[in-house]
């Protein structure tokens, strides 16, 4: 990439400076404080550090902070990749992801779904990532639909090649905007917030999974190139190659952002056979799917923030006879508003020990009881724990599924594993 001007050079090493700081007095890692201080000495330091890059953006409302790390993992087999993989995904993020790593000319930016216009104008990346759409954080975010116009908007007015997920009907209305697309089957396990078409309004016809069409103006699902078979674990590429997927990360939608991941990288000219290679050396991305052994219990961490996310957790838990531990909070990163909770189906916990934590648990404990599924209140895992093992000293494993802020909470306690 090009030298950077002067001022923007300097921007760049007070932010850095700041970052540095955050980190030794344990304020966070940095990422935010860095970025706003560089901001403030120069405004279009985004623009200027994605000079002479080949970046890019991934948005969605579920799993990017995966697929970006996904993303990178494989394009380090080109070599040092600028990335933001432990979710910083506004300006200021990218900010200190691209001063950080001021050599690589290959970038992976997580972008948060209402960013990503201005970052997509900022950056002028090559690629944008898009794999789903649905509700979240409704009291602070604007309706799905409008996102996905606003990225439609975006995108017409960009020479970027986009990556997206063709299951999808918001995603890939989105993506229909852009001159240049490449089509992922992904699927799309929930499909709550797409049953009316994004065009017209009218209802999507969806006789046969994945494909589906408006009957009134005609939009239909785009063919895709690249598809994900979850029955038989593999990646089907372009052409009909066939590749065995294997992950150490758990679950049909971590297949989902392998097959994207795939597709991207393929993008920057890697084969996807090296690239599934390279995808199975990663077990946990900042925390998710992490397990730690605490009183001898085998505690794993699943991340899920909205109703689509809950449904994918449940897909991954492990048999009934496994102890699970809900935990809800309702702080800014979470979303005040826990309408949400009654989107979700939770009759699949019926029979399971349930646990409920957080400081929205009265809220969950509500929905259980609606659903008729029996739970326990608490206010800690390690509390829980010693239920659990005076009256069951053989118990060896617990899941725990907790929205964002609770998860960071639950994930602190245990000294922020990865």
């Known amino acids: 990439m090009s030298e950077l001007p002067l001022r923007a050079q300097l921007a760049s090493v007070l932010g850095r400076s700041a970052a540095s700081l955050s980190r030794a007095t344990g304020r966070g890692d940095g990422s935010v404080i860095g970025g706003r201080v560089a901001l403030k000495v120069e405004p279009d330091l985004l623009a200027k550090l994605a000079q ?25 087999e080109l070599g040092e990749v600028a990335t933001n993989e432990y979710g910083a ?142 029955d038989s674990d593999t990646l089907i590429a372009p052409g009909g190659q066939q590749i065995k997927l294997r992950l150490n990360l758990p679950g049909d939608a971590n297949r989902s952002n392998a097959a994207i991941a795939a597709a991207t990288a393929a993008g920057y000219g890697l084969h996807p056979e090296r690239t599934v290679e390279r995808l199975r050396e990663i077990s946990s991305v900042a925390g998710r799917y992490t397990s730690v052994v605490t009183m001898g219990v085998e505690v794993r961490l699943l991340l899920a923030k909205n109703p689509a996310g809950w449904l994918e957790s449940f897909a991954v838990l492990d048999p009934p006879r496994v102890p699970v531990i809900l935990a809800v909070n309702a702080q800014i990163p979470d979303g005040k508003d826990t309408s949400w909770l ?74 922020r594993v990865q």
């Open 342 to 415: 009654w989107d979700v189906d939770y009759r699949v916990l019926r029979g399971r020990r349930v646990f409920v934590m957080g400081e929205r648990r009265t809220d969950l404990a509500l929905r259980l009881e609606t659903d008729e599924v029996p739970f326990e209140v608490a206010d800690r895992v390690d509390e829980i724990l010693g239920r659990l093992k005076a009256e069951r000293p053989d118990i060896t494993k617990v899941d725990v599924i907790a929205n964002y802020t609770a998860f960071q909470q639950i994930r602190t306690a245990y000294g």
């Open 89 to 230: 995904n506004m300006p200021t993020g990218h900010i200190t992801a691209l001063s950080d790593n001021k050599s690589a000319i290959n970038g992976v930016l997580e972008v948060d779904e209402k960013y990503l216009p201005q970052v997509l104008k900022a950056t002028s990346p090559a690629f944008v990532v898009l794999m789903n759409l649905s509700r979240d954080q409704m009291d602070r975010a604007s309706e799905i639909n409008l996102l996905a116009k606003k990225w439609r908007t975006a995108l017409s007015q960009s020479n970027t090649h986009v990556i997206a997920n063709a299951d999808d009907p918001l995603v890939a209305w989105a993506g229909l905007g852009a001159p240049n697309a490449t089509w992922v089957s992904a699927g799309q396990r929930w499909k709550e917030d797409a049953w009316c078409c994004p065009e017209c309004g009218g209802h999507l016809k969806r006789d046969q999974d994945p494909h589906w069409e408006c009957p009134e103006c005609g939009l239909s699902r785009p063919e895709a190139t690249w598809a994900v078979d979850n």
């Open 52 to 76: 002479g890059r080949r970046l890019a953006l991934v948005s969605a409302t579920n799993g990017k902070t995966t697929t970006t790390r996904l993303i990178a993992q494989a394009l380090r």
